[in-house]
């Protein structure tokens, strides 16, 4: 895990976002490095309610 926590430092900065980190015996495809999931959301926007056919 020390070179992705270095990769990871190198394109954040503290505080960190939230990250999910395992180790397995092998991955999906053969051909894969790496698997990463990330975390992500959108800035806060106005919404509408339930009923409103504009509702995000």
Do not use: Q, W
Not at 21 to 48: D, F, Q, W
Request: aromatic residues 8%.
């Amino acid at each position: 895990m020390p070179a992705v926590n270095a990769v990871y430092r190198e394109h954040f900065s503290a505080p960190f976002p939230n990250r999910a980190s395992v180790v397995v015996a092998g991955l999906a495809r053969e051909e894969m490095l790496i698997e990463i999931v990330a975390y992500a959301c959108s800035p806060l926007r106005k919404t509408h309610h339930i009923g409103d056919a504009r509702a995000i």
